[in-house]
């Protein structure tokens, strides 16, 4: 536990630590902004 705490003013934080969007990310939240958007329409529609 005092190991992570030395490495969060690192250079190179851990992933789970690190707030840094990755790729894996964007898309996540790109495919979550599409399924809201569809959701939003359908609403307006129904």
Do not use: Q, W
């Amino acid at each position: 536990a005092l190991n992570k705490k030395e490495h969060r003013g690192c250079d190179s934080p851990d992933p789970d630590t690190s707030y840094v969007l990755t790729p894996h990310t964007e898309e996540k939240y790109k495919k979550i902004n599409e399924e809201f958007d569809n959701m939003m329409r359908n609403h307006k529609i129904a």
